[in-house]
């Protein structure tokens, strides 16, 4: 893919639309108390994210980092979207639960990069929930008011290979920066020369 197919995006234009949204989850949700962080890239998004979510004198939002991998199934095992995704790192919830708390009840937002085919965030929805409803059934809780909301820098306008079940998101909401036309995303933190990077992202309106 040569370089005008894609879309560049800079690093302030990722901070001003981490700033927006998070004015739009204090205004809607209100101040998440946990942040998943898919990663690799939801991990520069969610640092900046918290920076805006963190009202003066308040405590820092914790940050927990997931890592989920996709790749296109070969025909053994595929679930009903066709592509199978992998848990390289999850939720240490013993661990959560000794430092931070459990997550049962919580107002909690997953953050990554771009929502492309939308697998990536069918899996963590499901299966946070999934792993939450498990840990409070195991500690006789009702997970009933745990709230799931979903922040992408980008969504890409496209066919969706999944979509999210507001029930299990409690009334939380689903949040994009900004939606673009379905074109690769070059990101500033995958760039390897950030000063031509940033020269492209500028000409095409994104910084
Ligand atoms: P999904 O198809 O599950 O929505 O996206 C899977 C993952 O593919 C994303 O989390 C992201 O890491 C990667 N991805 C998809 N589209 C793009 C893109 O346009 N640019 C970059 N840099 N990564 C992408």
Same mark, same amino acid.
């Given at each position: ?8 995006? /800079? ?22 108390? +946990?942040? +998943?962080?898919?990663? &690799? ?15 003066? !004198?308040?405590? %820092? ?32 919830? !013993? ?6 708390? /459990? ?41 009933? %008011? ?30 994009? &920066?900004?939606? +673009? ?23 095409? &309106? %994104?910084?």
């Amino acid at each position: 893919m040569s370089s005008d197919d894609k879309l560049y995006i /800079s690093y302030n234009c990722v901070h001003k639309l981490c700033q927006k949204a998070a004015t739009e989850i204090l205004s809607t949700i209100g101040k998440p108390d +946990v942040i +998943v962080a898919i990663g &690799g890239g939801g991990f520069i998004p969610s640092r900046i994210i918290r920076t805006f979510l963190r009202q003066t !004198g308040e405590k %820092n939002i914790p940050i927990q980092a997931i890592g989920l991998s996709l790749y296109e199934d070969l025909g053994m095992g595929a679930d009903a979207i066709g592509k199978e995704v992998i848990r390289t790192q999850w939720l240490d919830f !013993g661990a959560l639960a000794q430092h931070f708390d /459990s997550l049962i009840g919580k107002n909690i937002l997953i953050v990554d990069e771009v929502d492309d085919t939308r697998t990536t965030l069918h899996y963590a929805l499901t299966e946070l929930y999934q792993d939450i409803q498990e840990n409070a059934e195991k500690l006789g809780k009702d997970m009933g %008011n745990t709230k799931f909301s979903i922040f992408v820098v980008n969504n890409k306008l496209k066919p969706k290979r999944a979509e999210l079940n507001k029930d299990l998101m409690n009334g939380g909401i689903y949040l994009s &920066g900004e939606d +673009v036309e379905d074109r690769w995303i070059a990101y500033p933190w995958e760039s390897s020369d950030i000063d031509t990077h940033t020269e492209l992202a500028i000409k095409q &309106g %994104n910084n």
